[in-house]
């Protein structure tokens, strides 16, 4: 301990030789203040400063005792020196243990009161916080919550090199496991951390190397965050660094393809009018994903938007052809409304015939009808009534009634408004009739479950040669039959029993 005491200690205790003694033989801090208030009692004034600066010095910044400082600042206080006292707490503050500084912080808060400005004092609330966010994330590194909140106090209030430590501490909390639910809100660390290094430090470097040892860091092959890849692409953008942007994404469709980086890229390229490249990017997205019918879709129509009709139909034509398609109702819709835009109507009727041999779905009959309407053509009204008789005839064995009803009520709207009172008789005659009926419903477990009641609809061509009744006609003829031959003298109603039993 000797050893560490400067020349300037020893010329001070040869001043005052007693009190000297005390504190070489015994340097605890505690002698040290002593020694200094003795001083002070006495009206040595700077020698009391000199004794707390040396011993300031003589513990350094690795042997720092709270206690020293707030004497040291009561001292100062004592002369009315407001600055050196505040300079004194704040040395402190920011280097002892914060669990060793409650007293420190308490003294320094009561000071600030009585003596601070506003700044002082929103200093100190500050300072609680942080010290407070401190012990927790020391309780458990891997609480990122605790982290953004410490963050975003940091942020607002200290100088960059403060901020950009706190961030490093907390992105080296990595998530313990690769399981993206992990990830989610650590993510979050290094997108704020990216923000904060172009907005607020304007320092595009820096930004560089936040988003890029990011995606080093993501197990891209067990999982990826897209919106990285994204953010790090605009971010080179508005550097208007355009290749480093594209090779970003790239590397990111090549490591682990993901439908928002394909769309993002494309995107990108949109934005830049760089067409070919579009064309490309959806070619890869649809070797990806090959069942995708908004990808597809979305191709055509750039097409279509570029002028190349051609390459449009072409795009739909690979599209309907795959084999697997997630909503094929959705793509062939486009499609025809494709060639209807283009005012090509045998190659519009070309397209419904061949859904039709896919699908007898009554809403593709109606839909085909009501183009024949609107294709104002000559024999508009002939060609949709044909489309029309043609579903009658086709839906005629259609399970779902639903269905065939549907079809009537737009045939019959559409004769109604355009036909002859012959032609809206002719479908009035199709019309089903409404019956309520009741069934009994079964619970899971077999049971009853009381009765529903529900419409069924009967047509009256059914009606007309209704397979179900001729065989019912023939059961009972049978029925009859049998009864005569078993019980030729029975006596009893044979209709009776018929009914009995066939009901
Ligand atoms: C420091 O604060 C404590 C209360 O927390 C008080 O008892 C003590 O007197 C204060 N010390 C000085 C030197 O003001
Ligand atoms: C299909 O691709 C689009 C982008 O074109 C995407 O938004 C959508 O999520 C994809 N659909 C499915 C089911 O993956
Ligand atoms: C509707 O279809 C049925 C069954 O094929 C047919 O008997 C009937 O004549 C058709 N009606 C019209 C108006 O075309």
Request: with cysteine; net charge negative.
């Amino acid at each position: 301990m000797f050893l560490v005491l400067s020349p300037n200690v020893f010329c001070l205790c040869l001043f005052s030789l007693n009190k000297c003694a005390l504190v070489i033989v015994h340097p605890d801090v505690k002698n040290w203040i002593k020694y200094a208030r003795f001083e002070e009692k006495h009206g040595y004034i700077a020698h009391g400063r000199k004794v707390y600066e040396r011993a300031v010095e003589f513990f350094g910044e690795d042997h720092m005792d709270e206690n020293l400082y707030v004497a040291f600042a009561k001292f100062e206080e004592n002369q009315k020196e407001s600055e050196r006292v505040r300079v004194i707490y704040k040395y402190a503050l920011d280097r002892i243990p914060k669990q060793q500084a409650q007293e420190l912080f308490k003294n320094y808060t009561i000071f600030e009161k009585k003596y601070g400005d506003r700044r002082g004092i929103e200093d100190i609330i500050v300072n609680k916080r942080r010290f407070q966010y401190e012990e927790e994330v020391k309780a458990n590194p891997h609480n990122y919550d605790a982290w953004f909140d410490y963050l975003r106090l940091v942020e607002s209030d200290t100088d960059a090199d403060t901020v950009r430590e706190v961030y490093e501490r907390a992105i080296a909390n990595v998530p313990p496991t690769k399981e993206k639910r992990h990830w989610k809100r650590y993510i979050y660390l290094w997108i704020n951390y990216a923000l904060y290094e172009e907005l607020e430090e304007k320092d595009p470097e820096r930004t560089r190397q936040v988003y890029q040892a990011c995606l080093e860091l993501i197990p891209h092959k067990k999982f990826t965050f897209a919106k990285m890849w994204l953010m790090y692409a605009q971010f080179e953008i508005r550097q208007k660094n355009l290749h480093l942007a594209r090779k970003a994404l790239g590397t990111s469709i090549g490591k682990s393809p993901k439908h928002k980086l394909f769309k993002g890229y494309i995107e990108l390229e949109l934005q830049l009018r760089e067409f070919d490249r579009c064309r490309k990017l959806y070619e890869k997205f649809l070797e990806f994903a090959p069942e995708n019918c908004t990808t597809w879709i979305k191709f055509a129509e750039l097409e279509t938007i570029l002028g190349d009709t051609e390459r449009a139909r072409a795009v739909y034509e690979l599209a309907i052809g795959q084999p697997r398609l997630d909503m094929p109702e959705v793509l062939w819709k486009s499609y025809i409304d494709f060639e209807i835009e283009q005012e090509e109507f045998d190659k519009t009727r070309n397209l419904y015939r061949r859904l039709l041999q896919r699908t007898q779905h009554v809403k593709v009959w109606i839909s085909f009808a009501q183009f024949e309407l609107s294709a104002g053509s000559e024999d508009t009204l002939a060609k949709c009534r044909q489309i029309y008789e043609e579903a009658n005839k086709t839906l005629r064995n259609c399970e779902e009634k639903e269905e065939r009803l549907m079809l009537l009520e737009s045939w019959r709207s559409f004769e109604h408004e355009l036909g002859s009172e012959s032609a809206q008789q002719r479908v009035a005659k199709l019309m089903p009739e409404r019956v309520k009926k009741r069934r009994k419903l079964q619970a899971e477990d077999g049971s009853d479950a009381g009765w529903e009641e529900y419409y069924d609809y009967i047509f009256p061509e059914d009606a007309a040669n209704q397979p179900n009744l001729k065989l019912l006609a023939m059961a009972k003829l049978w029925k009859k039959q049998q009864k005569d031959d078993d019980e030729d003298d029975d006596e009893q109603d044979p209709d009776k029993d018929i009914d009995e039993s066939s009901s």
